[in-house]
């Protein structure tokens, strides 16, 4: 039984992280998978800048250090910005996945151009570097933000009704006039959207958190994870100071 670790990125409650769970519903998952969320104990408020992708990366490291020797079989980041997957990659012998670079891959395989919705102008950094990662620009038709904060606790919660439509219209917009085949969620925030969104456009759109889920699950099943000579271990580990440092990090988390 292939069991998953979900690492949120933002300290959350309980009532909050139910919000992140209900991606496992959609993800149509196999019965005897086993998918556990667990909240960072501190991060920064939002990810627009490189002291937030800093502080981030550490956060996210922390929460999954333990994952293997808790009997969890992968790991996945519940952001598409990837935060913490190359760090967690170097320590860890399971798989460890990140939404962003799976949804970009798999929008290549059903696909030629994607497009990608995402949130607000300030979030297209973390798009781009991932894609530039992936030397996969020149695939991407577009990046187009709906022009709205987002809430990384509360999600899309309440305020469905104008997220939902101003996403439609600027799906509408990457399909007709950037001739986009795929669309993609840009943030696992926005997953609620997303049965909506395939409801109302012809063209395959991917929710980044339950795809990731279920490629964890087939890395696990199949017992591959990520390659050594691309993600080379710590000469010297150091656990104890990254428990440590976030540790004392929980003070200044409100």
Known sequence: MPRILVIVPAPVSGQQLELRKAQVGVAALPEDVEVDFRAVRASADNQVSHHDYALSEICILEAGLTAEEEGYDAICIDTVSDSGVNTL?????????????????????LSNRFSVVTMWDKWKPL?????????????????????????????????????????LETARLCIDEDGAEVICLGSTTMHDAAEFLKSKLEVPVINPGPLSYQVASALARLRLAQSRSAWPSPVKPKEDMIHAMIEAATAFTK
């Open 89 to 109: 990659r170097s320590m860890l012998d399971i798989p460890v996945v990140g939404p962003g670079r799976t949804t970009y891959l798999v929008a290549l395989m």
């Open 127 to 167: 798009v781009k570097k991932t894609l530039t990662d992936l030397q996969m620009l020149d695939r991407c038709a577009s990046i187009r933000a709906i022009g709205i904060e987002p809430d990384t606790r509360g999600l899309l919660d309440g305020k469905e009704d104008e997220t939902f439509a101003k996403m």
